[in-house]
């Protein structure tokens, strides 16, 4: 309906534009001369007076003519606004029967999560250049660590955002075996105290959370606002992440933007969660490493979270508990996507449980299975998606450090897998690193 109207706009536009200076055209050359009557030929005997007569009637199409710039501006807006729609519409995953839900207008506030990092300018900058809507997308910043550069730096922003404060800026006793960590339990307090001030003080249904060194796509927002509806209906998810484990630019099809999965691993880094959610972790919120937490099978609880095949957040913040490693070896290189996708107006009920597991994995297993040494060496190209089949925890290490994909596994996932499966690219090929047909499930001693 969207696409009718948007084209019926641009075609009467473009019939009244030209109706119109016709008409304009015409009663131009239609009018009498000034003076006198008209006469069958009135520059008959006067050709100096059809040389002024001409370049009066020009001076005054030009006139109106840039009246009617405005309208021609109006009509080429909307024929460019009509043409993404309809590339969105072909670029997108194949129509499933089941719409998508309608989006939801429910407020959706952006939880930053800072400490004493400065540069949470460059996240926040980029918050505000791409928000829709502040009412729609609030941006509250909580801080931990009393930074006073950073403060002064949140504070900078006035109404723009919101700014509260971690209470609690004591040290925490830790085993004597964890004094190292010190940082990764302030983070976990941290989180518990922000995600309650949330849902309990604030009292919102949802947020998307994120944190001080993360850089957002231009269609940040677009992505969490129309994959919320599926979140919100569909028990077997239980967050939306804008980031992918494996999104190398090289590992990525740049061709599909709109591409999204489901995953068994929780990849954080800019996740959207509900209320709900924090209903049930908050009791047991563990003391550090959070993120890991979330991933063991206890947490889980056998649901996945939604994830992108190009990544809709970027990491900048070499500086950190981790001491930049795991930044110089693997988070420097994920692809941040550039373009606008409309999520809202694409069809997603493609990521429900029942069409995705059914579809997902018919399409795996019916890609011709090949060995490592055969990718490697560019052989099969006319085969296209191919799978290769690894059966234990050895095998797959084995196999993702090859190709290049995250090796590693916590409580037996592999890193943006679903159903033990990876997706990626690898020389430019779609491939799955995917169990036998006949897996049944994680086993956590792979870890």
């Known amino acids: ?41 009135p520059f008959a005997d006067d050709p100096a007076g059809l040389t002024r007569r001409v370049i009066r009637l020009a001076q005054e199409a030009e006139i109106e003519l840039e009246r009617q710039q405005g309208l021609l501006q109006q009509i080429q807006k909307h024929s460019v606004l009509w043409n993404r729609r309809q590339q969105a519409a072909t670029v997108g995953p194949p ?43 609030p941006i509250i910043v909580s801080q931990d660590c009393g930074h006073k550069a950073t403060a002064q730096v949140i504070a900078s922003y006035g109404n723009a955002i919101m700014h509260i404060k971690q209470p ?86 740049a061709t599909r933007p709109d591409l999204l999965y489901r995953t068994d691993f929780f990849p954080g880094l800019g996740w959207l969660l509900l209320a709900e959610l924090w209903d049930e972790l908050e009791p047991k919120w563990p003391k550090a490493f959070w993120d890991d937490w979330m991933r063991q099978p206890e947490q889980r609880r056998d649901r996945a979270c939604l994830r992108p095949e190009i990544s809709r957040t970027m990491t900048f913040g070499r500086k950190g508990v981790s001491q930049g490693q795991f930044f110089d070896q693997h988070l420097k290189f994920i692809k941040l996507n550039q373009g606008f996708v409309p999520f809202t107006q694409l069809n997603l009920s493609y990521l429900k449980r029942e069409a995705y597991d059914r579809d997902f994995s018919a399409r795996v297993y019916a890609a011709p ?33 090859a190709l290049g994909v995250m090796d590693d596994l916590k ?37």
């Open 1 to 41: 309906m969207l696409k009718k109207q948007s084209a019926g706009l641009v075609l009467w536009g473009a019939i009244l534009f030209v109706a119109w200076n016709a008409l304009l055209l015409f009663f131009f050359w239609a009018r009498p001369l000034p003076g006198g009557p008209s006469s069958e030929d």
């Open 95 to 137: 129509a499933i029967s089941h719409p998508t839900p309608a989006p939801s207008t429910s407020v959706l506030p952006i939880l930053v999560i800072a400490c004493d990092r400065s540069t949470v300018r460059r996240c926040l900058d980029k918050l505000l250049h791409y928000r829709p809507s502040p009412e729609r997308f």
């Open 168 to 253: 609690d800026l004591s040290s925490i006793p830790v085993p004597t075996e964890h004094r190292k960590f010190q940082g990764y339990y302030k983070i976990a307090r941290h989180y518990r105290w922000a995600l309650s001030q949330i849902f309990r003080t604030f009292k919102y249904q949802a947020a998307v959370v994120v944190e001080d060194d993360l850089e957002v796509a231009p269609d940040f927002f677009e992505y969490f606002q129309a994959t919320y509806p599926l979140l919100r209906t569909d028990p077997s998810l239980w967050c939306v992440s804008a980031w992918n484990d494996n999104g190398k630019e090289q590992m990525v099809d």
């Open 369 to 401: 299975q090949v060995q490592v040494e055969e990718l490697k060496g560019n052989q099969k190209q006319e085969l296209g998606e191919v799978r290769v089949q690894y059966r234990g925890r050895d095998s797959f290490r084995a196999f993702a450090k």
């Open 411 to 447: 409580s037996g996932v592999p890193r943006a897998g679903y159903r033990g499966i990876v997706s990626f690219l690898f020389r430019g090929r779609r491939v799955y690193l995917a169990p036998p047909q006949d897996w049944t499930g994680y086993d956590p001693s792979w870890s």
